[in-house]
């Protein structure tokens, strides 16, 4: 009922920006925090960033001052705008969104299915 669809990755060199989306279709009543995660080859999946629905954004240090999430609640879709980019910014990037998909319920996680970010160099 609930679909999480990110796009935005490719290939890039180090120093380059991108900007990936990730937009919410289905039984979305209502959307609390959103966020993007990611998995490099080898190691654990780790928070890159959370935004609340209100706006409040928080960073793993990692990316602290080269990305930036976003969101526009209207589409129903979190940006993740990554500028300065490093060979180890590469990984699959995962989007995350706490949903109601009822008034009714409480809200569950929902996962993107991934979008992969390459940073040659």
């Known amino acids: 009922q609930v679909q999480l669809v990110e796009s935005g990755g490719g290939l890039v060199q180090a120093g380059g920006s991108l900007r990936l989306s990730c937009a919410a279709s289905?039984?979305?009543?209502?959307?609390?925090?959103m966020g993007w995660y990611r998995q490099a080859p080898g190691k654990q999946r780790e928070l890159v960033a959370t935004?609340?629905?209100?706006?409040?954004?928080n960073y793993a240090d990692s990316v602290k001052d080269r990305f930036s999430i976003s969101r526009d609640n209207a589409k129903k879709t979190a940006y993740l705008q990554m500028n300065s980019l490093k060979p180890e910014d590469t990984a699959v990037y995962y989007c995350?969104?706490?949903?109601?998909?009822?008034?009714?319920?409480?809200?569950?996680?929902?996962w993107g299915q991934g979008t992969q970010v390459t940073v040659s160099s």
């Open positions: 935004i609340s629905s209100g706006g409040s954004a």
């Open positions: 995350n969104a706490a949903i109601a998909t009822s008034w009714w319920k409480n809200p569950d996680n929902y």
């Open positions: 289905g039984s979305t009543f209502s959307i609390n925090a």
